[in-house]
């Protein structure tokens, strides 16, 4: 099983269900705040490896959602920019274990990267485990994650 560096954003309902998936599969994690780390273009880059730039977003970011800013719009380097003034544009979890990185939590990639227990699905639909189930205005996300 792997240890994983997991930075999320506190209090996120979401990465609840996702750290209990990768504990339940046997992982170890170290929960580390995405907010308050100190980010370099060059620390950032490695989690998005070779996504196109438009998916290095977090597209429940309240200036996603309200229009403010639009991922397909961004070279990688002004979209390093924008994630290092405002780290909720960035899409989480990041995860890092040994050498790899991965931005996201697709349940099928996190598989083939490190192993993960598939358990039922409620509804019968995959689980979304990445869109913000509250609907936050801007202030409220900014608030809660402090």
């Not at 100190?38 to 998916?55: C, D, H, N, S």
């Not at 920019?81 to 909720?88: E, K, T, V, W």
């Not at 358990?119 to 689980?127: A, D, M």
């Amino acid at each position: 099983m792997a240890h994983i560096i997991f930075y999320e954003k506190p209090g996120c309902l979401n990465g609840r269900l996702q750290k209990a998936m990768l504990e339940a599969s046997g992982h170890t994690l170290e929960v580390r705040n995405l907010l308050t780390e100190t980010w370099q273009a060059a620390t950032l880059r490695p989690y998005f490896g070779k996504k196109p730039v438009k998916e290095w977003f977090n597209r429940s970011a309240p200036k996603i959602k309200s229009g403010e800013v639009v991922p397909y719009s961004f070279t990688e380097k002004s979209a390093l920019q924008a994630m290092l003034s405002d780290p909720l544009l960035i899409r989480r979890p990041l995860m890092k274990s040994g050498g790899g990185y991965m931005s996201g939590f697709e349940p099928e990639e996190v598989d083939h990267w490190i192993g993960l227990k598939k358990g039922p699905q409620p509804t019968g639909k995959p689980l979304d485990l990445e869109s913000c189930p509250k609907g936050h205005a801007a202030e409220a996300c900014r608030v809660e994650a402090l």
